[in-house]
Every structure is written in structure tokens, then in C-alpha cells.
């Protein structure tokens, strides 16, 4: 089993920065692709970003690309998400999720999920 908890999320305005945590406990965390999803009210949850535990493959939805970035810390088990130039479609719950080995931007291919943070951005 694999505990994942979000944290960092808030309200902010169009072109501000958040960053978003993800810790990880249970099971040893080697092997284990981490993902971001978001979900907005009345959408399904859509992938954002995601990478493999040594850091050498990651992806980002097209709608995040060149403002947020992916990036993990396997010492302390956290995966983060640094959000810049924040636009008022980010506005989501946004969640954390871990499967073995590869990247999917399936949702339905993880099977750890966090309880998801809320980030709102306001025009």
C-alpha cells in the first residue's frame, strides 16, 4: 500500500505561482511512477503530469507545458508540481497518483490516489 497526501493548494490570482506537494508513505517507493491529475467541477479528471522514479522520462498535458513543472525528491518521498503563470482554466482539485514503472495519462492505470487539493485561480 502506498499513503499519498497533497498539500499547497489555494486561492491565487491569474499569473501567480503555487507549488504542490505530494508526500508519499508505505511500501518502499522505488519503481513508482508518480503522477498530477486535476478534476474541475462537471469535467472528468484528465492527466497533467507525470514522471518515473529516476526522474529520466516526464510528460505534461499540453495545456500545462511550459508553465508547470514535475519534479520528485525520492529521499523524502515527495513529488511536487510547481504552477506558474496560473490561469483561471487550472482551477481544479488537483491529485496526486502513483502505479509501478511507467507514465500513463490514464487515470484508471493508477492505483494510489491522494485525497486531492484544491487550487483556485481567480481573473
Known amino acids: 500500500q502506498v499513503q499519498l497526501v497533497e498539500s499547497g493548494g489555494g486561492l491565487v490570482q491569474a499569473g501567480d505561482s503555487l507549488r504542490l506537494s505530494c508526500a508519499a508513505s508505505?511500501?518502499?517507493?522505488?519503481?513508482?511512477?508518480m503522477g498530477w491529475f486535476r478534476q474541475a467541477p462537471g469535467k472528468e479528471r484528465e492527466f497533467v503530469a507525470g514522471?518515473?522514479?529516476?526522474?529520466?522520462?516526464?510528460y505534461y498535458a499540453d495545456s500545462v507545458k511550459g508553465r508547470f513543472t514535475i519534479s520528485r525528491d525520492n529521499a523524502k518521498n515527495t513529488v511536487y508540481l510547481q504552477m506558474n503563470y496560473l490561469k483561471t482554466e487550472d482551477t481544479a482539485v488537483y491529485y496526486c497518483?502513483?502505479?509501478?514503472?511507467?507514465?500513463?495519462?490514464?487515470?484508471?492505470?493508477?492505483?494510489?490516489w491522494g485525497q486531492g487539493t484544491q487550487v483556485a485561480v481567480s481573473s
Open positions: 497518483a502513483a502505479k509501478s514503472t511507467f507514465i500513463l495519462t490514464n487515470p484508471a492505470a493508477y492505483d494510489y
Open positions: 514522471i518515473t522514479w529516476s526522474g529520466d522520462s516526464i
Open positions: 508505505g511500501r518502499t517507493f522505488s519503481n513508482i511512477a
